[in-house]
């Protein structure tokens, strides 16, 4: 997961939008930093986070927003996915709800958003199998008819997490190959920092 | 969802016991982080705490009963002493006596009662998913269905139903939170709509409303007075595409009550209550100020995490607020508020007259007429529920 020094790091904006208790921060914090809490404390307003991640002799450098998750908070999520080259739209297992709000959020990047967005619908909790609400075969089925990719994912066992983010990196530099150089690709637009760190978050 | 499995979500295991700070935080694994207050005082700084404990006790009465006296009187004392922060047995108390709090909940007997256990809210499950989330490393909200819990939700819910249009909104548990600390759960409530309603100052109900119009506002002004005041660490900002939403939302939105050092927190708290928002953008900008020469430097990425995680030494209270009131912004705030709700219009000209403005509110305020006849406002408002 380490980035190596010396080969071409490539900056991409990602943001995670999803209901309230998804576990957005979670996922994050599981990824950027390997760990897990009981109680993550709600995101008010939102938090950043970057990582980088080597795909083959490649590295990405995910500049990551984690979004609070409250409906009254949506007038905020804009600025935050606006530009994106990719977003994780959250929700959870074992709560419906969630996973229709996730339906809205991907609506929302399909009307609002870039269209070289990255989309990755995250069935998160999915340690919880006993309380599972939302079966993976529906949300699949809605990925494939919504062009997302998708995972069920555990913050909690670190189940498929650091995969999503490196499903999303291998097609972030897939579509940098592509014809269309634009692709969901956020170039580097700063003056690049010569020091790769591992992980930094601020939240 | 029902309410049983919002609670499993949340399942605590059994809790640990750990060192806590004084204010009851669990202190992290490896403490070295100070709770601001230094450890074994001297005898010299014990009496000096006691004094200042008498004079604060003289300058109440007792349960507050002198206070209004007092307050006419000696606003400017009254100030000062309030900046210099209230003693921490005293502050619950003088916070209810300074933010209206307490005539609204003796002009309201029964009222909390009624709405938290005979209304329903439809914010309910939202409620209760975060309560857990909400200072979970303070040992009086970490207990599952503890007392501190319970409050909390109490709180909360009779807010949601108090204000329907404004429910519950993530944040408000933060305020909620921190209040219980060092009231009875009814007086925090009160003293929530007191601000929310707006007992002395202007109501901040607009920072929880639908499109979070207040925030928009102050992050606004915010965002003038930083390239006005500090232009070289705005431009940077501009430079870099930082928006004060990145890292200012949460100021407001919590009153720094939200991921803030708690020492901080309650001395910005003492000022706020009494001088209003104010206090906000001016300790915002003394963060700014304080790191300045440090930020201008710094590139995009390392600048975000410069803005949530101040050094130690930005954080002192005897450094931080000094700092804090030597930013003069209450006229320019006015400006920037009349500019934001109709942009267009000029302002330059027009400064001096309004800069006596604030200052007539100012004393109006503490000389009580305003209290007076905002809070009439707010029990009608609770009349009106009935």
Redo the contacts between chains.
Sequence with gaps: MAANAGNKIRNAKLVLLGDVGAGKSSLVLRFVKGQFVEFQESTIGAAFFSQTLAVNDETVKFEIWDTAGQERYHSLAPMYYRGAAAAIVVYDITNPASFTRAKKWVQELQAQGNPNTIVALAGNKADMLDARQVPAEEAKTYAQENGLFFMETSAKSAINVNDIFYEIAKRLLQGQQAPSPQAGMVLNQRPNERMVSSSSCCS | ?DKK?AF???E??PAPSRAVDRFGFIKPEQSNSPDGIPKGKSIHEREREERRIRKWRKMIGVGGSDWKHYVRRNPHVVKRRIRKGIPDCLRGLVWQLISGSRDLLLMNPGVYETLVIYETSASEL?II??I?????SHIFFQQRHGPGQRSLYNILKAYSVYDRDVGY???M??IAGLLLLYMSEEDAFWLLVALLKGAVHAPMEGL?Q???PL??QYLSQFEKLVIELMPKLGQHFVE?MI?P??YA??WF??VFT??FPFHLTLRVWDVFLYEGIKVVFQVGLALLRFCHDDLVKL????L??????FPEEATDPDVLLPLAFSFKVSTRLEELHKEYQNPGAGTSETSSSKRLQPLIAKTMSRVGSRVVSNLTAVSNLTADRK
């Design positions: 969802m499995k499993d979500d949340t605590p295991g939202e998913r975060d857990s989330r909400t200072f979970p909104v993530q944040g548990g933060f929880y639908a499109g979070l925030v928009q870099e928006n939403s990145m939302s949460q939105i919590t939200y991921s590139p995009f990425e390392k975000l995490h410069s803005l949530r995680n």
